[in-house]
């Protein structure tokens, strides 16, 4: 399937694809390759491979917890939202998958504080990864 440049970046920060991370269209068409595949654990470790190329890359960080989500690597994801939040503590999809996973490793007070920001700028359009 093939990634529309001029769709929201899943990441996250309100831009369109082209403008957000133009070199990585490939990369997230083989991304979405792997998630209709269900290839979770080979889904990681591109994804994790490709952080090393780029550090800090919202749509990679978004990827990377769905992956650790989908393979049961709660704690693993938690911290990568964590961080992911750190980072972008204004980025609605961050806020998500810190809830998300602050309620499956059983925080909810954690999860229900995670998403009280975004009510506030849940105005911004998102794109998100069906899974």
Not at 93 to 114: F, G, M, N, Q, Y
Request: hydrophobic content about 35%.
């Amino acid at each position: 399937m093939a990634v529309d440049s001029y769709s929201l970046c899943p990441g996250g920060r309100g831009k369109k694809i082209r403008f957000c991370c133009p070199d990585h269209i490939k990369d997230l068409e083989q991304i979405d390759k792997m998630i209709e595949g269900e290839q979770y654990s080979a889904g990681l470790a591109f994804v994790e491979s490709l952080e090393k190329q780029r550090p800090g890359c919202a749509c990679l960080t978004e990827a990377k917890c769905l992956f650790q989500r989908m393979i049961g690597l709660w704690e693993d994801a938690y911290e990568t939202a964590d961080g992911f939040v750190a980072r972008e503590p204004k980025n609605v999809v961050a806020l998500t998958e810190l809830a998300t996973t602050s309620a499956l490793i059983d925080k909810p007070r954690e999860a229900v504080s995670a998403l009280r920001p975004s009510k506030e700028i849940s105005s911004q359009s998102l794109s998100f990864r069906r899974c």
